[in-house]
């Protein structure tokens, strides 16, 4: 049995909310709620490729724009690739 990081109040391993203080577990948290892994992929890689990517063929290495576009990319992967590697944690 696991407990809840803010209350310390025993829980078990499969919940995603503490019963006693409402915190929840998630890969993000957004809009005061938390999220699971799809939103985080939806988020994190599928939103940003479909906007950076024609972004970056349009503007084929023509400077600063391409350079931004790749590197706004670039760091929201990281970002997403970093939090599903390290697993849901606990929000509240």
Known sequence: MA???Y???PISK???VCPACGAEKGYLY???????F????VLGLLIPLAV??????YFQGMGAPFWLAA???LGLAIFTI????TGPTWYR
């Open 30 to 36: 957004f809009n005061r709620r938390s999220r699971g």
């Open 71 to 73: 590197t706004i990319a």
């Open 52 to 57: 950076v990517l024609p972004f970056l063929f």
């Open 38 to 41: 799809g939103f985080l992929f």
């Open 82 to 85: 970093q939090r599903f590697v």
């Open 3 to 5: 407990h809840c990081p």
């Open 14 to 16: 499969k919940d995603a």
């Open 7 to 9: 209350c310390l109040s």
